[in-house]
């Protein structure tokens, strides 16, 4: 009787540890870099994975990192099966590790975003040629925005790095900084996302009042949502769906509405080239 009731028990224990296994295996993390929008709005991220998690049937959790650079370690590593990324790491990773777009928002009508070279609103500057000498705050080195497309027109414009261009350069590790910096004359300017300003300007204008728009770049585009290359097909599929559909459920809509997105497409990896030809322009540059 001893015998059997062990059996039984260690058989217990073996279903229990395997429905426990079996529903760790269907959580599904998701990663949102910390500069991909203002940190007010991560709530509304938080909804949206949720909402998406219900659609798709996997219980889904938020993985948060400050820099770009860290949220590619954990794509790489597979730690995170899906991510909201900036379009200069989509690039990146999809070279090194083989990420693949899933879906990219459209924002204001279309898929594409700029870059915003702010000053001060009272500041005498009328063009980035201005700001030499000067004190310039960046996001991170992975951004598009906020890193990227700069250093691309100080190099081809002044054939200087941001280094020799600039008196003194500062990176703030969020665009929501890089403004609050503009605004209290902590830098006499800066390059932040189109779309984090935008949506600034218009739900909490208190230090966007404070700056003004000196430069904006040529279109590029927007920072899209990617896969690892190990992540299942038909999970996959199934989240490709549910994002491309949010848009057309009342409680979808509204979440997606928070955070400035009119709806989800699946985007044409072209539409990244020309943040790949300027990474490259720059890496041949970097050699003179």
């Known amino acids: 009787m001893k015998k059997r009731s062990l059996a ?4 217990a224990a073996t279903l229990a540890f395997s429905v426990t296994a079996a529903h760790a295996a269907e959580k599904l993390k998701i ?3 910390a500069m991909i929008s203002p940190k007010e709005t991560f709530k509304y991220y938080q909804d949206l994975l949720n909402y998406i998690g219900e659609k798709v049937g996997l219980e889904v959790e938020l993985v948060q990192k400050p820099t770009y650079a860290e949220m590619d370690g954990l794509l790489k590593n597979e730690e995170v099966g899906v991510a909201f990324v900036c379009s200069g790491p989509y690039v990146k990773d999809k070279a090194e590790f083989g990420v693949e777009l899933l879906v990219a928002p459209v924002s204001y009508g279309q898929p594409f975003y700029h870059a915003y070279i702010i000053v001060p609103k009272d500041s005498l500057a009328k063009a980035m040629s201005d700001l030499g000498g000067k004190k310039f ?11 990227i497309v700069p250093t691309y027109m100080i190099g081809k414009g002044f054939s200087k790095t941001p280094e020799q261009f600039f008196k003194e350069i500062m990176f703030t590790k969020s665009h929501d900084k890089s403004i609050e910096a503009v605004a209290k004359k902590l830098a006499d300017g800066a390059a932040v996302d189109s779309l984090i300003f935008d949506y600034a300007a218009k739900t909490n204008p208190q230090y966007t009042k404070e700056t003004r728009i000196l430069e904006k770049s040529p279109a590029y585009g927007i920072p899209p949502i990617v896969v690892t290359k190990a992540m299942d097909p038909a999970v996959k599929a199934k989240l490709r769906d549910a994002f491309l559909k949010v848009h057309e459920d009342p409680k979808g809509k509204e979440i997606i509405s ?9 985007p044409d ?6 943040v790949r030809e300027m990474e490259k322009w720059l890496k041949e540059f970097a050699k003179i």
């Open 137 to 147: 705050a960046f996001t991170d080195p992975h951004s598009n925005t906020g890193y």
């Open 269 to 274: 990896d072209a539409n990244y080239d020309s």
């Open 31 to 33: 990663g949102v870099a």
């Open 258 to 266: 928070k955070i400035m997105v009119d709806k989800f497409i699946v």
């Open 8 to 11: 039984l028990s260690l058989l």
